[in-house]
């Protein structure tokens, strides 16, 4: 049997990711090559639970930025997660792949609610997780709904998702000699202020010792590669 070097594992995929060459809403490629990907590592026997984001159909900052109330904004982006969960089980679903949702903002004719207990005996029975609805609260974004989700499942790491293969020290899109960093510590990712999850996120993470691996997801095989601890995007520990 392959050699895993993590067996629980939680997924944060930002909505923006869904977008793939849309200019709103989701592209199929996309949840079909993360879904192909997760498939992989499911079937290697490794627990899989993800957290998604809304900003493919809403950014709540930026309505709030408008004139909005923030607190509503905020719950039109945690809406837009719950569209966006049900997509990605959908895509899973086509695979095979035994998923179940759940709702932070109870909407149990369309999924369950959250109940932890209930999200680790699914994952025991290597069902995929799909945690939707943010944590339910406005003024915290859904980064901060995976380290928080990621503590109570008692996942041993967040795998962020990103479009780029790490994190670098400037935008390696603007700039050629840009660095990029194979690992980092909690208090660099505070103190450069990398916005690699939000800084309540990266809190929540630094003072629970939860590692995040920052990867690029667009490239297949990329999950397993880093389940497999292959060398592959940036990880950020307490060192
Ligand atoms: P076990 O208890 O381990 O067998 O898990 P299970 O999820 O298969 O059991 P359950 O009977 O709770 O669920 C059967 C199906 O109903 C699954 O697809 C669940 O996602 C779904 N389900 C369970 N609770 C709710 C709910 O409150 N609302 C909705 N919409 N679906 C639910």
């Known amino acids: 049997m392959e050699k895993l070097k993590y067996r629980r594992v939680l997924l944060k995929i930002s909505g923006e990711a869904l977008l793939g060459d849309l200019d709103y ?3 199929p490629g996309v949840t079909s090559n993360i879904s192909s990907q997760i498939k992989e590592v499911v079937e290697l026997g490794v627990e899989v639970a993800v957290v998604i984001g809304g900003g493919n159909f809403w950014r709540g900052v930026s309505a709030s930025v408008n004139g909005m109330d923030r607190t509503t904004a905020d719950y039109i982006g945690m809406l837009a997660t719950i569209m966006n969960a049900l997509g ?3 895509a899973l679903e086509k695979m095979g792949i035994i998923t179940r949702v759940q709702t932070a903002i109870s909407m149990q004719e369309i999924a369950e609610p959250f109940i932890r207990r209930k999200a680790v005996r699914h994952l025991e029975k290597k069902r995929v997780v799909i ?3 943010g944590t339910g609260n406005p003024y915290f974004t859904t980064d901060t ?3 928080l989700r990621a ?3 008692e996942a041993e790491i967040i795998f962020k998702a990103t479009k780029v293969d790490g994190v670098y020290d400037r935008d390696p899109l603007k700039f050629k000699d840009a660095k990029k960093f194979t690992g980092l510590s909690f208090l660099d990712v505070l103190q450069k202020n990398l916005k690699i999850l939000d800084s ?3 809190s929540l ?3 629970n010792n939860l590692p995040i691996v920052v990867f690029d997801i667009t490239k297949p095989g990329n ?3 880093v389940i497999m601890g292959k060398k592959i995007g940036t990880l950020v520990t307490k060192e």
Do not use: H, P, R
């Open 25 to 27: 809403g989701i592209d």
């Open 88 to 90: 990605l089980q959908n």
């Open 131 to 133: 945690f939707a609805g």
């Open 145 to 147: 709904a995976a380290a």
């Open 151 to 153: 503590l109570e499942i």
């Open 200 to 202: 309540t996120a990266t």
């Open 205 to 207: 993470c630094m003072e």
């Open 223 to 225: 999950i397993k590669g």
